[in-house]
């Protein structure tokens, strides 16, 4: 099994080699876009020993510490050009107030940028850097199956800006998996984006072909989906453990901040004369490496309390007090409590969210949508969302997951949205309606036949009787509706695209079947379970939910095929629309000082 572990030490190890590069003590300066997921790299500990004694954000000004303690001062920033703005300030500032001895550096992640350096040029300090580097961290590996760019940009970028430059650093990303992993023979893939990417990277192979890394092949396929073919996923609620926890509580980077005093055991001392703190939070990690959480990830919400009530029963009889622990088993029994109690409270606060009226309401609307049951009228939940002031992401996700399901809506319904939000949440968010507008998530109707209810039909993306305990179908992600994302992927394992050629042809964008040329020395060795292995590379993002519904097809009896997961991004139907809006200062509103 392939296992994405390998491209996080190659990256701590160039990370590492760079800072051995510049001699001396250093102070870190982070983009803050990349505290986070840089966290995944390298712990803080491991960089103290490579000297780096100091580590601040990048922000306008002189920097909060005295240079003079310091012989360099490195900045680790992503490739945008108004970063360098920032950049060249704290340059200028420090070299103006007194001078310094420390040499300035800058390390770009992924890659360098020439309008990068042209902006440090216009801002005369270009030649104030020693070095130029870049780390070559396309990827952040979030767990042993799947690795996010982190980028959620991406889909706004080429679909609305009209801008390839994302895709450019896609293609990037992926000549540089094959570089640890062989070249992928097979390449598959639906949609404007994915045959954009595509021809990429056969570009970037040709002008480096000579310097090609000799690497035996590991993964057989892969498969690129343009997030575009599928926008009624991303606008649904998920239903698993770990989708749920998303989209009530927002998971970065492998962990979720939740109130502290939820966790504080009832016994824990003074907690009779300590009144808890509503504000104080707890971050909880959240992958693979914990065997709790790996149990319960995948599971449908409905599932996870009949699991916990069952652990719970097992660890009361192997459990013994823990000055008692004396054997590795009796270890072992107390960790699962302590992991246990976890995410027992967790499913707590998950569940009261549920258990919302609101919440009810809200995800009623989205299966009867999907069920395609009436699609076409205004929807009468919207209005009173509006009337409670509920949150306007909440808002633009109905209208948008209807708009997807219509293929658009009538005249007077599209005015009355206009209306609705543009009177109850300000008319700075005209801007953010055209996007959506331009994107094709709301516009009129077109008087082409709709194409979700063959799509729903050919592909069987519904089911009523779905069984969420036990479950022999990926619709148990959400309940009725199986991703039409995974539902492509799991019909290219069987029988193959060619059988749903008719179905292809109604989603947007071309269909991308191509074959790399891989030297015969250099081809993927069957092993003796013949089981394929198939990266699906998500471009625009990819959900929780469909990732669940991916290892669910890799886990089955059946299955000869291990899938993995790439995306530009893990998102959320909340977090999809944030990147769709355009933000507007309100000058209306009150200013308190």
Same mark, same amino acid.
């Given at each position: 099994?392939?296992?994405?572990?390998?491209?996080?030490?190659?990256?701590? +190890?160039?990370?590492?080699? !760079?800072?051995?590069?510049?001699?001396?003590?250093?102070?870190?300066?982070?983009?803050?876009?990349?505290?986070?997921?840089?966290?995944?790299?390298?712990?803080?500990?491991?960089?103290?020993?490579?000297?780096?004694?100091?580590?601040?954000?990048?922000?306008?000004?002189?920097?909060?510490?005295?240079?003079?303690?310091?012989?360099?001062?490195?900045?680790?920033? +992503?490739?945008?050009?108004?970063?360098?703005?920032?950049?060249?300030?704290?340059?200028?500032?420090?070299?103006?107030?007194?001078?310094?001895?420390?040499?300035?550096?800058?390390?770009?992640?992924?890659?360098?940028?020439?309008?990068?350096?042209?902006?440090?040029?216009?801002?005369?300090?270009?030649?104030?850097?020693?070095?130029?580097?870049?780390? =070559?961290?396309?990827?952040?590996?979030?767990? $042993?199956?799947?690795?996010?760019?982190?980028?959620?940009?991406?889909?706004?970028?080429?679909?609305?800006?009209?801008?390839?430059?994302?895709?450019?650093?896609?293609?990037?990303?992926?000549?540089?998996?094959? /570089?640890?992993? *062989?070249?992928?023979?097979?390449?598959? *893939?639906?949609?404007?984006?994915?045959?954009?990417?595509?021809?990429?990277?056969?570009?970037?192979?040709?002008?480096?072909?000579?310097?090609?890394?000799?690497?035996?092949?590991?993964?057989?396929?892969?498969?690129?989906?343009?997030?575009?073919?599928?926008?009624?996923?991303?606008?649904?609620?998920?239903?698993?453990?770990?989708?749920?926890?998303?989209?009530?509580?927002?998971?970065?980077?492998?962990?979720?901040?939740?109130?502290? !005093?939820?966790?504080?055991?009832?016994?824990?001392?003074?907690?009779?004369?300590?009144?808890?703190?509503?504000?104080?939070?707890?971050?909880?990690?959240?992958?693979?490496?914990?065997?709790?959480?790996?149990?319960?990830?995948?599971?449908?919400?409905?599932?996870?309390?009949?699991?916990? =009530?069952?652990?719970?029963?097992?660890?009361?009889?192997?459990?013994?007090?823990?000055?008692?622990?004396?054997?590795?088993?009796?270890?072992? /029994?107390?960790?699962?409590?302590?992991?246990?109690?976890?995410?027992?409270?967790?499913?707590?606060?998950? &569940?009261?969210?549920?258990?919302?009226?609101?919440?009810?309401?809200?995800?009623?609307?989205?299966?009867?949508?999907?069920?395609?049951?009436?699609?076409?009228?205004?929807?009468?939940?919207?209005?009173?969302?509006?009337?409670?002031?509920?949150? $306007?992401? &909440?808002?633009?996700?109905?209208?948008?997951?209807?708009?997807?399901?219509?293929?658009?809506?009538?005249?007077? $319904?599209?005015?009355?949205?206009?209306?609705?939000?543009?009177?109850?949440?300000?008319?700075? !968010?005209?801007?953010?309606?055209? =996007?959506?507008?331009?994107?094709?998530?709301?516009?009129?109707?077109?008087?082409?036949?709709?194409?979700?209810?063959?799509?729903?039909?050919?592909?069987?993306?519904?089911?009523?009787?779905?069984?969420?305990?036990?479950?022999?179908?990926?619709?148990?992600?959400? /309940?009725?509706?199986?991703?039409?994302?995974?539902?492509?992927?799991?019909?290219?394992?069987?029988?193959?695209?060619? =059988?749903?050629?008719?179905?292809?042809?109604?989603?947007?964008?071309?269909?991308?079947?191509?074959?790399?040329?891989?030297?015969?020395?250099?081809?993927?060795?069957?092993?003796?379970?013949?089981?394929?292995?198939?990266?699906?590379?998500?471009?625009?993002?990819?959900?929780?939910?469909?990732?669940?519904?991916?290892?669910?097809?890799?886990?089955?009896?059946?299955?000869?095929?291990?899938?993995?997961?790439?995306?530009?991004?893990?998102?959320?139907?909340?977090?999809?629309?944030?990147?769709?809006?355009?933000?507007?200062?309100?000058?209306?509103?009150?200013?308190?000082?």
């Amino acid at each position: 099994m392939i296992q994405f572990d390998l491209l996080r030490d190659l990256a701590r +190890r160039e990370l590492l080699d !760079h800072l051995d590069k510049y001699a001396g003590t250093k102070v870190l300066v982070w983009d803050e876009g990349l505290t986070a997921p840089l966290d995944l790299i390298a712990k803080h500990s491991v960089l103290r020993e490579r000297q780096v004694d100091k580590m601040v954000p990048l922000k306008a000004g002189r920097l909060p510490v005295d240079l003079g303690q310091f012989d360099n001062v490195v900045f680790m920033v +992503r490739p945008d050009v108004h970063l360098m703005d920032a950049v060249a300030d704290n340059v200028q500032r420090e070299e103006s107030a007194h001078g310094t001895r420390a040499e300035f550096h800058i390390m770009f992640v992924p890659q360098r940028s020439l309008l990068c350096e042209m902006r440090l040029k216009e801002k005369e300090v270009f030649g104030s850097f020693t070095f130029l580097d870049e780390l =070559s961290l396309f990827w952040f590996p979030l767990d $042993i199956d799947v690795i996010s760019m982190e980028n959620r940009s991406v889909f706004r970028d080429y679909h609305l800006n009209d801008d390839p430059t994302c895709l450019n650093r896609v293609a990037k990303g992926i000549l540089a998996l094959q /570089s640890v992993f *062989g070249v992928i023979p097979k390449v598959y *893939g639906k949609g404007p984006a994915a045959r954009q990417v595509y021809e990429f990277m056969v570009q970037m192979r040709k002008e480096s072909i000579a310097h090609e890394n000799p690497v035996i092949g590991k993964i057989d396929s892969l498969i690129i989906i343009d997030r575009q073919i599928d926008l009624i996923t991303p606008f649904l609620t998920q239903l698993t453990y770990e989708g749920l926890i998303d989209e009530t509580f927002g998971i970065k980077f492998n962990s979720v901040r939740l109130p502290a !005093h939820k966790f504080k055991a009832p016994d824990s001392p003074n907690d009779d004369f300590d009144d808890p703190d509503p504000f104080e939070m707890k971050t909880i990690p959240l992958h693979s490496g914990e065997d709790m959480f790996c149990e319960l990830r995948d599971k449908n919400f409905n599932a996870v309390g009949p699991t916990l =009530s069952k652990k719970a029963k097992y660890v009361s009889s192997q459990f013994e007090e823990r000055h008692e622990a004396k054997t590795v088993q009796e270890l072992k /029994s107390f960790i699962l409590k302590q992991s246990l109690s976890i995410h027992t409270t967790i499913a707590e606060l998950v &569940k009261k969210a549920t258990d919302d009226r609101r919440f009810l309401e809200n995800l009623q609307v989205e299966q009867e949508l999907v069920n395609f049951q009436n699609a076409d009228r205004p929807l009468d939940y919207l209005e009173d969302a509006c009337c409670h002031e509920e949150e $306007i992401v &909440k808002v633009l996700r109905l209208i948008c997951l209807q708009n997807v399901v219509n293929s658009g809506v009538k005249p007077k $319904i599209l005015e009355h949205y206009r209306r609705l939000i543009l009177q109850t949440y300000g008319y700075k !968010h005209l801007l953010t309606l055209q =996007s959506l507008e331009r994107l094709g998530l709301l516009n009129l109707q077109s008087q082409v036949s709709r194409n979700y209810p063959v799509l729903r039909k050919r592909l069987n993306l519904t089911m009523d009787d779905t069984d969420e305990q036990d479950p022999s179908d990926i619709a148990y992600v959400h /309940s009725v509706y199986a991703p039409l994302s995974v539902r492509l992927v799991q019909n290219f394992a069987h029988p193959g695209w060619q =059988s749903i050629k008719d179905v292809l042809e109604l989603l947007p964008g071309p269909t991308v079947a191509e074959t790399q040329n891989v030297p015969a020395n250099l081809k993927k060795v069957k092993d003796e379970n013949h089981q394929a292995t198939t990266l699906v590379l998500f471009v625009g993002g990819c959900t929780f939910a469909e990732i669940s519904a991916l290892r669910f097809l890799s886990q089955r009896e059946e299955s000869n095929t291990e899938f993995l997961v790439a995306t530009t991004a893990l998102i959320n139907g909340d977090t999809f629309v944030e990147s769709l809006m355009t933000q507007v200062d309100d000058n209306l509103a009150p200013r308190f000082v």
